[in-house]
């Protein structure tokens, strides 16, 4: 019979003497989860964005992360698109493409992928690319975003950019 492990908000305790098989499929499933936790957390923000309206405050509550965190990762997950996010890549993989168009970021993703580039290495060749990456996708300030005063994104945290 397996046992069940405890968990809180700062710590896993094991309840048994695990196995090294249950000990590895624990860290499967708590991989999976903290990979996923931000875009699922981006996704239902939006989702209660677009049926609720502007409700950070309310979520900043129930979750306990901060309204500016929150903000940071709606807007991260409604730039990447599902169809475009990859799972054996991380958040800060997709942090830093979040700022380019979909086709571009699917580019350097699928580059950071056949690569294996860290998500550094990943903002290095983004911020490099025009300096010999002769074709290669180029970052541009989303038109929408900056008509409805979101201006200039950081190409590589997707932070919104004051305007100077």
């Given at each position: 019979m397996a046992v069940s492990n405890a968990m809180s908000g700062v710590a896993w305790i094991p309840q048994a003497d695990l196995s090294e098989e249950e000990w590895l499929a624990t860290g499967?499933?708590?991989?999976?989860?903290g990979r996923g936790s931000k875009w699922w957390l981006g996704d239902w923000l939006r989702h209660g964005s677009s049926r609720f309206g502007d409700r950070f405050s309310e979520a900043a509550r129930v979750t306990g992360y901060?309204?500016?965190?929150?903000?940071?990762?709606a807007w991260i997950a409604a730039r990447v698109d599902a169809s475009v996010r990859r799972d054996r890549l991380t958040w800060d993989h997709h942090?830093?493409?979040?700022?380019?168009?979909?086709?571009?970021?699917?580019?350097?993703?699928?580059?950071?992928?056949?690569e294996e580039l860290e998500p550094d290495e990943l903002r290095q060749q983004l911020r490099t690319r025009g300096e010999g990456d002769a074709g290669g996708p180029t970052a541009h300030v989303d038109a929408d975003e900056a008509r409805n005063g979101g201006g200039a994104v950081c190409?590589?945290?997707?932070?919104?950019?004051?305007?100077?």
């Open positions: 499967r499933r708590l991989g999976s989860i901060d309204r500016a965190t929150l903000r940071s990762i942090v830093a493409v979040a700022s380019l168009e979909p086709a571009e970021q699917e580019h350097w993703l699928e580059r950071a992928e056949s190409p590589h945290c997707g932070h919104p950019q004051a305007a100077v």
